[in-house]
């Protein structure tokens, strides 16, 4: 049985940092694409970054102030989440079991199986 667990979030003024993690078990963690997602209430799921074993992705809106790593030996994930903006609180998701490498569409949720429940980032201005 897969198990995917976020850690990490909560209260934290702009400009301030971050670092979630998520563990995951019952897969062969090193073999998949791991991703980031988020979603704010009243829109719509949207990826933040994507990690494989040989590529990486992020999205436009994060780029300079998050990254994104994984040590495959810990089965997990991490991402560190610099310069912080009100407009990154939302509730945020680690994707599993996504392709062997983070594809053009890496931030079409339905490419990951696995999902946890997710851990809530709230940035105050």
């Known amino acids: 049985q897969v198990q995917v667990v976020e850690s990490g979030g909560g209260l934290v003024q702009a400009g301030g940092s971050l670092r979630l993690s998520c563990t995951a078990s019952?897969?062969?963690?090193?073999?998949?694409?791991m991703g980031w997602f988020r979603q704010a209430p009243g829109k719509e799921r949207e990826g933040v970054s994507c990690?494989?074993?040989?590529?990486?992705y992020y999205a436009d809106s994060v780029k300079g102030r998050f990254t994104i790593s994984r040590d495959n030996a810990k089965n997990t994930l991490y991402l560190q989440m610099n310069s912080l903006k009100p407009e990154d609180t939302a509730m945020y998701y680690c994707?599993?079991?996504?392709?062997?490498?983070?594809?053009?569409?890496?931030?079409?949720?339905?490419?990951?199986?696995?999902w946890g429940q997710g851990t809530q980032v709230t940035v105050s201005s």
């Open positions: 994707a599993a079991g996504g392709y062997p490498h983070c594809s053009g569409s890496w931030w079409n949720p339905p490419q990951y199986k696995y």
């Open positions: 019952g897969l062969t963690f090193g073999f998949y694409s």
């Open positions: 990690i494989s074993a040989t590529n990486t």
